[in-house]
């Protein structure tokens, strides 16, 4: 069931798709910004640490620093302090700040639009570059998070583990009007049913699509 042909694979993730958009109406980017610079500085205190948090905190620094100079030039010991409740904030301000840095230099201090552009930015990989492509610029990208991972793996449209093998396979499946919202109702999906130890299968939507590929089968199912 998994891994037909190409085009059965393409067929059944667009029925996914489907039930997922039924499912989840109105779904969105669990972080809040309001512009590609905001966006980046939110997908970098978001590493191991939830959403929720990273709103509560990017909710007042967000007023306070407008610009990548902003947060290039702050005493580094105070913006360690304001993002301390995210958690590994020695490193996440380093990155912050130096990321900011190359954006004054070399870009003017605008988030560049283009993926090779993105990757040269100190801390961010082609998960978070994709997310921002997605989502702050309206461009056709997939990033695989774990959610991402996790579930598109447990519904057979990959067979890899690794994320850029992953992203390489659901771009085969999906089509580029898609790509974005995908990875937003999958991210839901993965944190309200196909969870990461117990997936809740007995009442998710996709099931009559999904080999649950990986998934332990209960006692019952092994009957």
């Known amino acids: 069931m998994a891994f037909r042909s190409l085009q059965s694979r393409k067929k059944r ?47 007042k620094l967000f007023k306070k620093y407008r610009t990548a100079k902003d947060w290039a030039s702050v005493d580094r010991a105070v913006l360690e302090q304001e993002i301390r409740s995210t958690g590994f904030f020695r490193q996440k301000a380093a990155a912050i700040q130096n990321c900011a840095q190359v954006l004054v230099e070399k870009f ?25 492509l997605g989502n702050a610029f309206g461009k056709p990208a997939i990033g695989v998070d774990t959610h991402v991972a996790r579930v598109s793996y447990r519904l057979g449209l990959t067979k890899n583990t690794d994320p850029d093998k992953i992203e390489t396979d659901l771009a085969q499946l999906i089509p580029d009007k898609d790509k ?9 999906h993965g944190r309200e049913i196909c969870v990461a130890r117990k997936p809740k299968c007995e009442i998710c939507p ?18």
Do not use: F, H, M, W
């Open 13 to 59: 993730t667009q029925d996914i798709i489907k039930i997922l958009k039924k499912t989840y109406p109105n779904t969105r980017l669990a972080l809040n910004y309001s512009n590609p610079l905001e966006l980046l500085i939110a997908l970098i205190l978001a590493a191991r640490c939830t959403d929720e948090r990273v709103n509560q905190v990017t909710a």
């Open 108 to 132: 003017g201090g605008r988030v560049p639009d283009k993926l090779e552009d993105l990757l040269t930015l100190p801390g961010v990989g082609r998960k978070t570059a994709n997310i921002l």
């Open 180 to 188: 974005v919202q995908y990875c937003l109702l999958i991210q839901r």
């Open 206 to 223: 996709l099931n009559p699509l999904c080999p649950k590929q990986g998934v332990k089968k209960s006692s019952r199912e092994r009957k």
